[in-house]
């Protein structure tokens, strides 16, 4: 059989996983992996515990130049693949560099969603996905005093929780356009008791509302104004506003995308030789098999990742489909969050509350009997349910 030439875009969670499937069954093929960060492979989630200063930047390394050697695997960093052309087999760099491949996968991840805010294209702001932003952010949080963050999901409360442990001084103003804080991973009841955490530490949280305009002020000093007229001043501001499939790129290949590349169970894409794996993957969800969802989370890009890389390599894998899940530990509470947890047919929720405790648990059973999603809040021992909902 002629040698593969597998290419992997994307030196993270999916990729590197990919990667050392491919390895474990196909010890010969070539394997080139490209990244647009020029980077080692680092964690992205411990990137808050880097700007809080609980760890060092080497810690966030997970794989050192050794392991690419190790797999044989030709490591490509600081190259952007532009185009992708199914018909010719090959990736295109930013150099104008083709990469021919026998077998791609797309493991890209995600990317900020920029709101199209009046201004934004003429404001210094600050968002949290890469090493270099968390890098930016923490050599400016150590100098500002105000801080206005727009966004108020998962990555904007991290980024909070992280600046407000290493600069005590800062006051925050999260600004987000939603009724509540996280509502993507938590109901109403969970969001308000993380609400109040927040404002007990001297964060001011304005939900329902809506930044229509950013200026530049002297000084550095910047200007947000909301909907209802309200003008907020600040040092810096932090746009967590989400983030979105990295799948530019791909237009024009013919590869099908939704809001990710759609890929079917084996994470195989339209295109026979190509698959895709991890935030820019669109794949069945494991809860409703008849929709598809992006879930940008690190273990479902490294199971993704594996399914991917084995099927790359002549194995007949198949994903389960994809699972929403989170822990939010920040603020002096954690909150997890797994699978369902918003009202629909067929589904009971029960919960309990002990308000002195601080505690809150919601669990979502179908049928009466199958547990299919969770939302634990209190100390950190509310993680343990997790377990009930994985099973
Ligand atoms: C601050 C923060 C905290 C997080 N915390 C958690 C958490 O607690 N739990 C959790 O489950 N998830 C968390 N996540 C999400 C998690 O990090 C992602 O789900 C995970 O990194 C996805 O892995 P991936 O391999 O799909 O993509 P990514 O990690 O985004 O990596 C994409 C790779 O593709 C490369 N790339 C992109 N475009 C191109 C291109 N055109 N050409 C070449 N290379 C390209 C990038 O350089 C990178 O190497 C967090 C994310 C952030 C930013």
Redesign the pocket.
Known sequence: MPQERYVI????????NAAEAIREIDGEGEITL????DTL?Y???A??YFISGEIGDRTLFFKDAQFYRDLNITPLLG????AVEPAQNRVVLNDGTGIPYTKLLI?????HQIPPIQGVDRVEFFP???LEE?RRIKEKAAAVREVVVLGGG??SM??INAMHKCNREIRFTVVELMDQVMPRLLDRQAAQMLEEQMRQQGIEVRTGAEAVELAELPGGRKRVTLKDGSLLEADMIVMATGVRP?ID?LQGSGIAVQRGVLVDQQMRTSVENIFA????AECADFLHRERTVVH??????VEQ?KVAGANMAGKRLEYPGSLS???LDAFGMTFTSIGLFQEEAGVEMLSFTDPERRIYRKLALKDGRRIVGLIAAGGAEEVRYMGAVQS
């Open positions: 875009i994307g030196n993270s969670a999916a990729g590197l490209i990244s647009a960060e492979a964690s992205r989630v990137t808050p190259k952007r693949v532009t493991g890209t991840g995600s990317t949290h996905w890469t968390a998962f990555i991290l980024t990295n790129f794996a991890g935030d820019c940008a989370i690190w273990p479902t890009a990742g899940m989170n822990v």
